[in-house]
Nanobody, 123 residues
Framework: QVQLVESGGGLVQAGGSLRVSCAAS????????MAWFRQAPTKEREFVAR????????YYADSVKGRFIISRDNVKNTVYLQMSSLKPEDTAVYYC????????????????WGQGTQVTVSS
């Protein structure tokens, strides 16, 4: 079955950087659009970034544009989110998601989800 396993979360000071990873198995990774979402306490899960199956196209939420970079390695079946200039409002559980559809930015657009990794940014 499909498994998405996030790692790399942690505690970081405001202004710092962190990279989270998501290792995929049970699917033909290179055929899937991959995305990152996040969910802060008491808030709905929100789109952060997505990357096309080939890695050639990326799309970001306005709130992270210029600070976060999504990338993927289709040999290692892994997608990454490099986060820089972190702010306390970036604190959330970060989830990776996968789907064959190329343009999704809503939770309902993604068929497969990981369990999440906590990112906490202290002020």
């Amino acid at each position: 079955q499909v498994q998405l396993v996030e790692s790399g979360g942690g505690l970081v000071q405001a202004g710092g950087s962190l990279r989270v990873s998501c290792a995929a198995s049970g699917l033909t990774f290179s055929r899937y659009t991959m995305a990152w979402f996040r969910q802060a306490p008491t808030k709905e899960r929100e789109f952060v970034a997505r990357i096309s199956s080939s890695g050639g196209f990326t799309y970001y939420a306005d709130s992270v544009k210029g600070r976060f970079i999504i990338s993927r390695d289709n040999v290692k079946n892994t997608v990454y989110l490099q986060m820089s200039s972190l702010k306390p409002e970036d604190t959330a559980v970060y989830y990776c998601a996968a789907d064959r559809s190329p343009f999704g930015k809503d939770v309902a657009d993604y068929a497969y989800w990981g369990q999440g990794t906590q990112v906490t940014v202290s002020s």
